[in-house]
């Protein structure tokens, strides 16, 4: 199965700063078709996961502009321009290429200072 | 409005089987390319995939823990049941469902709020 890792595990941000969370994949992700099957995910704390970001760079609906999502192969990246209090939680990079099955990263848990 | 909400036990015992049922609103498992999917997360754990049913009855599993589960739907009902059998401690969690369209890149776009289920004596 494919493994994502996330780095930062743990991301203290100054509200109003940028963040950036790092997603590695063991293989890389590019489907046969030429898609890229990787999304990202928050959770706020006692909340259902939410999807933010899908085939790396697309937001979802509703998601504000200062979400944005890069990468290729194996590497990805979600960045998030400026913190707001809303965006505490634990965020996740999800996979699909090689599915089944589905995998997720460890999850990066944002905070602030 | 798509909604989608899990139930089942909150409270199962060593060795029994668990079965949660997932209903939903605002879509059909009838429609071509519409998938939902079962995850569930440990106390202070990351998620983890289970399974997937898709609207053509085609159905995945995890790897580790395929020969427990069970996925069917009722599409007349609009429901979704996931049985895993031989339950243990270690599969204390939360579990929800959530819609896939394919559309969204195979991503789970829409999630219930999830079921608590503990395993214990």
């Known amino acids: 199965d494919v493994v994502l890792t996330q780095t930062p595990l743990y991301s203290p941000v100054t509200l109003g700063q940028p963040a950036s969370i790092s997603c590695r994949s063991s293989q890389s992700l590019v489907h046969s078709n030429g898609n890229t099957y990787l999304s990202w995910l928050h959770q706020r704390p006692g909340q259902p996961p939410r999807l933010l970001i899908y085939?790396?760079?697309n937001r979802f609906s509703g998601v504000p502009d200062r979400f944005s999502g890069s990468g290729a192969g194996t590497d990805f990246t979600l960045n998030i321009t400026r913190v707001e209090p809303d965006d505490v939680g634990v965020y996740y990079c999800?996979?699909?290429?090689?599915?089944?099955?589905?995998?997720f990263g460890q999850g990066t848990k944002l905070e602030i200072k | 409005q798509v909604t989608l909400r899990e139930s089942g036990p909150a409270l199962v015992k060593p060795t029994q089987t668990l079965i949660l049922t997932c209903t939903f609103s605002?879509?059909?498992?009838?429609?071509?390319?519409?998938?939902v999917s079962w995850s569930r997360q440990p106390p202070g754990k990351a998620l983890e995939w289970l399974a997937r049913i898709d609207w053509d009855d085609d159905k995945f599993y995890s790897t580790s823990l395929k020969t427990r589960l069970t996925i069917s739907k009722d599409t007349s009902k609009n429901q979704v049941v996931l049985t895993m059998t031989n339950m243990d401690p270690v599969d204390t969690a939360t579990y929800y469902c959530?819609?896939?369209?394919?559309?969204?890149?195979?991503?789970?776009?829409?999630w219930g709020q999830g079921t608590t289920v503990t395993v214990s004596s």
């Open positions: 085939k790396i760079s």
């Open positions: 999800l996979q699909a290429t090689h599915f089944p099955p589905y995998t």
């Open positions: 959530a819609r896939i369209p394919v559309g969204f890149g195979y991503s789970m776009d829409i």
């Open positions: 605002g879509f059909s498992l009838d429609t071509t390319n519409m998938c």
